[in-house]
């Protein structure tokens, strides 16, 4: 069942004796723990039906003791665990599960990873219980997630902007709902956002950004290249080495990638690109300006110099001035 499909039920008051949310991605399982504990008991039934456990100090038997009390004055009890990954002893749950109260709603919450599926408790969870796997959003579906996410609060967001939030914090589902949060709070009278509002109100420059910094060395535009990384010398919270490196070998690896591709036909590197027109672009330039050869030495410059910005190999020279001096190796490289 999805994360919709659950909120749904759960506002018709349909539930299930347990739910067990795990996954690599935490941001629907705190999404779903927080509705639960806000929504489903009204104020003051919650004052005396509402319990919450934390994986690293919950005691089983005091676990399955209050799942197993009855309700007062409520029709249902809800009992919460949340970081239940680090319970040691959770495998002691098997004897609640085979066997759950119809009163109690217990909620799981298993984070970063998913739950022996061999084991005993996880055959009962799969017969009694409602599971939901959270995974990670691929790296294609960030930016259409955002729109999306924008759109179900009332608003619209641009491409761009979309763009810009996503080179920024990545695949951080938390962080970006909560950037979007702050766009809301700050654009009142607003019903869309654009790359304007992000550089105003999340404080990320529509021109001095890694997605642009990354165009420029698809363009081999050198001045424009060093400007942006000037910027970064100014503003190290802009673009720090160890978020620049790995987005520009995200590109560069998806640009050399492409060579493989057994159709490169237009539409097929739209596709590759993630149907994303401005990264369609930028790849098909540095597909045009570097070529397979070039793009090869691109992606071992990268590994040279995250080597040297972690201190291996160099003496300790400045993130700026070895962000320079690589971006100036890459943009010398000729197509060959």
């Given amino acids: ?10 506002k018709k008051k349909e539930y299930k004796p347990i739910y067990w949310f795990e996954g690599e991605e935490d941001y629907y399982i705190d999404y779903l723990i927080q509705y639960a504990e806000k929504n489903i008991l009204s104020e003051s039934e919650a004052s005396f039906n509402l319990t919450v456990f934390y994986g690293k100090d919950a005691e089983w038997t005091t676990l399955i003791n ?4 009855h309700p007062m004055f409520a029709e249902f ?6 970081e239940a990954q680090h319970m040691s002893s959770i495998d002691k749950l098997e004897s609640y599960a085979e066997n759950p109260l119809k009163t109690t709603i217990f909620i799981v919450g298993y984070k970063g990873k998913s739950y022996d599926k061999r084991t005993k408790l996880y055959k009962l969870l799969q017969k009694n219980a409602e599971i939901l796997v959270s995974a990670k959003i691929k790296e294609d579906k960030i930016q259409e997630w955002i729109l999306k996410q924008v759109h179900s609060l009332g608003y619209k967001i641009n491409a761009k902007a979309a763009i810009l939030l996503q080179e920024h914090i990545g695949n951080d589902l938390s962080r970006i709902v909560t950037e979007v949060e702050k766009l ?8 869309s956002f654009d790359e304007d509002d992000i550089e105003k109100f999340i404080g990320i420059s ?3 950004n890694v997605f642009e910094l990354q165009a420029a060395i698809a363009y081999k535009n050198l001045p424009g290249a060093i400007k942006i990384i000037r910027y970064f010398e100014s503003n190290p919270k802009a673009g720090p080495i160890q978020m620049v490196l790995p987005a520009l070998y995200s590109f560069f690896s998806k640009v050399f990638s492409a060579y493989g591709l057994s159709n490169t036909s237009e539409t097929a590197l ?3 690109f993630y149907f994303n027109p401005v990264a369609y672009v930028q790849g098909i330039t540095a597909m045009k300006n570097y070529g397979y050869s070039g793009t090869e ?7 040279h110099y995250n080597l040297k910005s972690i201190g291996i190999g160099d003496s300790g020279t400045e993130s700026s001035s070895l962000l320079k001096e690589m971006v100036a190796k890459i943009i010398m490289i000729e197509k060959s």
Avoid: P, T
């Fill in 184 to 191: 809301i709070i700050n654009c009142k009278g607003k019903d």
């Fill in 297 to 303: 030495k691109i992606i071992l410059l990268f590994h």
């Fill in 77 to 82: 009890q809800v009992v919460i665990l949340k």
């Fill in 270 to 272: 739209k596709q590759h």
């Fill in 206 to 208: 529509k021109e001095y």
């Fill in 1 to 10: 069942m999805s994360v919709e499909k659950i909120i749904q039920a759960w």
């Fill in 66 to 69: 209050a799942c197993k009390r």
